[in-house]
């Protein structure tokens, strides 16, 4: 793996260069980790202007967990002496030391992730280094994915698969939203999971269809829809899944025509995920079934977007979104429609864009979509 990390920092180092940039800082913790391997929380990054000028710095010395990561080997490291400084104010330090600000280009930092009083003290620390933006170049080197890192997916959507699949061999009515999302979390952590990949939702009845709800002391009931939001953490990367049931009795046709209505909606934006096709035309493939059936208010703002060491990356599937997919890309693609009072469905999924000649996008969550009755 430690080529795989060099490799991705020349890449970073190329494009700093083409900039003008003499060094970049790269503090955004999911940043630093595609580029070092693993650090503890609040390490940074500082790319120099050849492979052996890299350094990360840590707050504490890295303690090589799974959910950490184990930092590339091949990098210099540096420990901060004391647990309270910032290593970020320490790398610029260290250039202005070294005379950097003097002989070499301006230095590149992620102004989007630094608060302004961070930014602040960097240009205090050394005044005579002009500091410029390194935009989200990390991120946008982050979106296509290689096979190491869409295996850590696949291992996460197994994990996320064999805990839903759990719960539905259990008793479910009279048990509470909040009880059952903690049950799912905990059987993630058995499978082998570092963690949630976000909160779990559940909801139940009139919440159920509900994006990201926050679950309640609401107790299933007989009949109601019970919506399902999971994803599970593996070696930093999550994976996502989003399922509707309906509880004990087979479901009303009001039911059935809204999954039915869903289900078909999400397998639209599921197949138009091929490598060349807008971000907005799979949002717009997934939304206008729904839309046609007289739901266009209450669609979400996307039915998708990217994945990996963050739950929510680039790409947006939206509709006003630029830019097309690429191979090796992963997303979630999850429609829903939420009826207020009544409840709703949520379908959701992460695949990998694949070309049409490799059999199309590969699903990685496979618990089934069919409407089963609980």
């Keep these: 793996m430690a080529e795989v990390y060099a490799d991705r920092r020349a890449r970073l180092r190329e494009r700093c260069s083409a900039a003008g940039s003499g060094a970049a800082l790269v503090s955004r913790p999911a940043n630093v980790r595609y580029l070092a391997g693993g650090a503890p929380p609040g390490a940074v990054l500082l790319l120099g202007a050849r492979p052996d000028d890299d350094l990360l710095l840590c707050p504490r010395t890295p303690a090589g967990d799974p959910a950490e990561g184990r930092p590339d080997s091949a990098l210099r490291l540096s420990v901060l002496p004391s647990g309270d400084g910032d290593p970020a104010i320490a790398a610029v330090g260290a250039l202005a030391a070294d005379g950097a600000d003097r002989t070499a280009g301006p230095l590149a930092v992620e102004e989007h992730h630094l608060t302004v009083a961070r930014h602040r003290a960097l240009g205090s620390v050394a005044p005579g280094l002009r500091l410029t933006d390194l935009g989200c170049a990390v991120e946008q080197q982050r979106i296509v994915k290689d096979e190491e890192e869409i295996g850590c997916l696949r291992i996460a959507a197994e994990i996320a698969d064999q805990a ?190 694949r070309p049409e000649a490799d059999g199309g996008p590969e699903l990685l969550t496979i618990t089934t979509k069919e409407l089963l009755a609980l």
């Design 164 to 353: 839903l699949g759990e719960l539905l061999e259990s008793i479910l009515v009279g048990r509470t939203e909040r009880h059952l999302a903690l049950e799912l979390e905990r059987r993630l952590i058995d499978h082998g999971a570092e963690g949630p990949a976000f909160p779990t939702s559940v909801a139940t009845g009139p919440n159920s269809g509900r994006e990201a709800h926050r679950p309640s002391d609401r107790r299933v009931e007989e009949g109601d829809f019970l919506t399902v939001g999971l994803g599970a953490e593996y070696r930093g990367y999550r994976c996502g899944i989003a399922r509707t049931f309906v509880i004990g009795t087979s479901p009303a046709d009001w039911q059935v025509e809204l999954y039915e209505l869903v289900f078909a909606a999400q397998r639209a934006g599921r197949e138009g995920l091929l490598p060349g096709v807008g971000y907005r035309d799979v949002d717009h493939a997934a939304r206008q079934p729904l839309a046609a059936a007289g739901y266009a208010e209450g669609l979400g703002a996307r039915v998708g977007h990217g994945v990996g060491l963050e739950n929510d990356e680039d790409p947006q599937l939206a509709p006003a979104a630029m830019g097309k997919l690429d191979a090796c890309v992963p997303v979630t693609v999850g429609p829903g429609v939420h009826l207020p009072g009544r409840g709703g469905v949520r379908i959701a999924d992460t695949l990998v864009v």
